[in-house]
T-cell receptor, first 115, second 113 residues
C-alpha cells in the first residue's frame, strides 16, 4: 500500500530537549516536505527536499532542521524545541518532474506539545 | 504572491442538505488546484484536483468542484451531505514549476443529524 508514515503520532516534550520526527514513504517519490498546521493558519511549509541531499527552506523554517540521506526518509529535527513549536506536523511526498500537477500524499500527522 | 482564501471558517449544514465550500486563489497563470479533507485525527486525503480541461471535476465521496477562471474560484460542492462528511476541508494551489502547495486556512464542516 502506498503510504507516508510518520512517527511518533503524539509527542509531549520539554523545552530544549532535542527531538526527531521521522517520515518515510514507499512510493519512490523525489519530492518530500514538512508542514505545520495551526488553527486559523492552515498548513505552512517548513522545509522541502527535491531529492537526496537537496533540501531548502519553506515559509517557516526557523527552529527546524531536516536531512535527506535516503530517498524514502525525510526526518524533521527540532534541536531545541520551544512552546511556540507546539503544533500538528505533516510530512508529504510527491512525484518528481518540474511541473506542479502531481498529487501529494500526506502522513497521518504528529501532534507535538512542547511544555 | 500566490495565495488561497477560504472565506468560511465554519459551516454547519443539516444531513441531506447541499453543500458549497468556497475557495478563491491568487495566481498569475493557470494554477493546479486541489481539495483535501482532514477527518478528526487523520491526515489529509485528496478529494479532487484540477489541472486542465473540463472545468467541472468529479472527486471521491460524491464531491465535485468547478474551476472558474474569471472569478479565480474553485468551489467544492456536494448535493447531499452525510454525517460522515464532518471534517475540515482545505483548498490548495500548486503553481506550475514548483512543488509547493499553498493552502487555505481551512473550512470546518459540522453536519447536524
Amino acid at each position: 500500500e502506498a503510504q507516508v508514515t510518520q512517527n511518533p503520532r503524539y509527542l509531549i516534550t520539554v523545552t530544549g530537549k532535542k527531538l526527531t520526527v521521522t517520515c518515510s514513504q514507499n512510493m519512490n517519490h523525489e519530492y518530500m516536505s514538512w508542514y505545520r498546521q495551526d488553527p486559523g493558519l492552515g498548513l505552512r511549509q517548513i522545509y522541502y527536499s527535491m531529492n537526496v541531499e537537496v533540501t531548502d527552506k519553506g515559509d517557516v523554517p526557523e527552529g527546524y532542521k531536516v536531512s535527506r540521506k535516503e530517498k524514502r526518509n525525510f526526518p524533521l529535527i527540532l534541536e531545541s524545541p520551544s512552546p511556540n513549536q507546539t503544533s500538528l506536523y505533516f510530512c508529504a511526498s510527491r512525484p518528481g518532474g518540474y511541473r506542479g500537477n502531481t498529487e501529494a500524499f500526506f502522513g497521518q500527522g504528529t501532534r507535538l506539545t512542547v511544555v | 504572491a500566490q495565495s488561497v482564501t477560504q472565506p468560511d471558517i465554519h459551516i454547519t449544514v443539516s444531513e441531506g442538505a447541499s453543500l458549497e465550500l468556497r475557495c478563491n486563489y491568487s495566481y498569475g497563470a493557470t494554477p493546479y488546484l486541489f481539495w483535501y479533507v482532514q477527518s478528526p485525527g487523520q491526515g489529509l486525503q485528496l478529494l479532487l484536483k484540477y489541472f486542465s480541461g473540463d472545468t467541472l471535476v468529479q472527486g471521491i465521496k460524491g464531491f465535485e468542484a468547478e474551476f472558474k477562471r474569471s472569478q479565480s474560484s474553485f468551489n467544492l460542492r456536494k448535493p447531499s451531505v452525510h454525517w460522515s462528511d464532518a471534517a475540515e476541508y482545505f483548498c490548495a494551489v500548486s503553481a506550475s514549476g514548483t512543488y509547493k502547495y499553498i493552502f487555505g486556512t481551512g473550512t470546518r464542516l459540522k453536519v447536524l443529524a
